[in-house]
């Protein structure tokens, strides 16, 4: 019901490739259901505890005249926001309903849907419900929310205007400031991974231009400082470097703003680029690391040695099993790390998932 269809692929399409047989009454009226519609449930309302009521309530919700039906569905049924159709999702009353069962990411995914339509000014209680829902520390933490996925929130609903759409919003700015709020709080949903991590962060110039994850205002620049401020405030043992064509400390501390850490990293461009740097500079220097974090906006390669053949020769001299991660935030292709070494990882692109990618690659 919430996700019916994925890159041409239906639930229909899979029943018809595998042939499963039910294992038992309600397994065979869903699967039924999935290929037959709402013919084979017919009008009479299922028990709410079992699964086809909730289908029930779907196939009813896009049959319903009102908005007071559509609402009543959503309550007794606890629909979820991807179950309503597109036409009821332009009422505020909807959003209304949908609100207190509405999960933590979902909120901040759609806040820029919730205006839009009138829910949320600067006196409602609905934006007094999204302040409270946001600001809790407890829930952010249980909900794994990473500072990334805040800040994403908060430029967007600032820039009051959609990247893909046509979608145009006034900002509250009681919900800003909230968002502002939700950002530091963040912090502590933060797992440490535990090891000990150097993060090289391209201090050159392009890194203050163009966005990454399609969010306005998340330059690179902004991305890495956000990368740097967890890094600092979740982990034991860190270091974090600046790195064209050589290498300084980048002094970010874990009480740092995030405008302090974005003037630390920001414009600091001294020569080319070169991605090598930081393996042959913690190996001159007999440092211990256990993973080498480089963040550059696009492919980046420009010494006498290639980052793998540093790498290698780091791990060689130290005896470390060392790992590699280069994230290119707005490349279109790549070829830093070692493609045949199980321990190195190449990220194109970036969006709010790879902090969490990263550090699960490195556990």
Not at 136 to 151: M, Q, S, W, Y
Not at 204 to 227: D, H, K, Q, R, W
Not at 357 to 362: M, R
Request: proline share 6%; glycine share 6%; with cysteine.
């Amino acid at each position: 019901v919430k996700y019916q269809q994925r890159d041409g692929w239906s639930a229909r399409d899979l029943l018809r490739k595998s042939h499963p047989e039910p294992k038992s009454q309600q397994q065979k009226d869903i699967f039924s259901w999935i290929v037959k519609g709402w013919d084979s449930i017919g009008p009479d309302a299922p028990k709410k505890e079992t699964s086809l009521g909730v289908i029930w309530a779907f196939e009813k919700m896009k049959r319903a005249s009102s908005v007071q039906e559509v609402i009543s569905l959503i309550q007794d049924f606890r629909l979820s926001h991807e179950m309503v159709t597109n036409e009821w999702k332009t009422k505020p009353e909807v959003w209304d309903a949908l609100l207190p069962h509405l999960g933590l990411e979902a909120t901040l995914r759609n806040l820029a849907n919730m205006p839009r339509y009138g829910l949320l000014t600067q006196t409602s209680d609905a934006t007094n419900k999204v302040i409270e829902k946001i600001t809790n520390e407890e829930a952010l933490k249980k909900a794994r929310v990473h500072p990334i996925k805040v800040l994403s929130a908060l430029l967007t609903y600032k820039e009051g205007r959609g990247v893909r759409g046509s979608g145009v919003w006034t900002p509250v700015q009681k919900i800003v400031d909230a968002l502002d709020e939700a950002f530091y709080k963040s912090f502590s949903s933060v797992e440490p991974t535990g090891k000990r991590r150097l993060l090289a962060l391209d201090v050159s110039s392009s890194m203050s231009g163009g966005e990454i994850a399609g969010v306005p205002g998340l330059t690179p620049c902004v991305g890495t400082a956000a990368l740097a401020m967890a890094i600092a405030r979740t982990e034991k043992d860190y270091q974090i470097v600046g790195f064209c064509h050589n290498l300084i400390n980048l002094p970010v501390s874990p009480r740092m703003r995030l405008d302090d850490a974005i003037k630390v990293v920001q414009n600091r461009n001294f020569g080319s680029t070169d991605a090598s740097k930081p393996m042959l500079w913690a190996e001159e220097r007999g440092l211990k690391f256990d993973s080498f974090e480089v963040f550059t906006d696009n492919e980046t390669w420009s010494g006498g040695v290639h980052p793998s053949v540093a790498l290698k020769s780091y791990r060689q001299k130290t005896g470390i099993p060392a790992k590699e991660i280069a994230c290119g935030m707005t490349a279109t292709g790549f070829t830093i790390a070692d493609p045949n070494d199980p321990l190195c990882l190449d990220v194109v692109g970036f969006d709010t998932a790879v902090p969490e990618l990263i550090a699960n690659f490195i556990r």
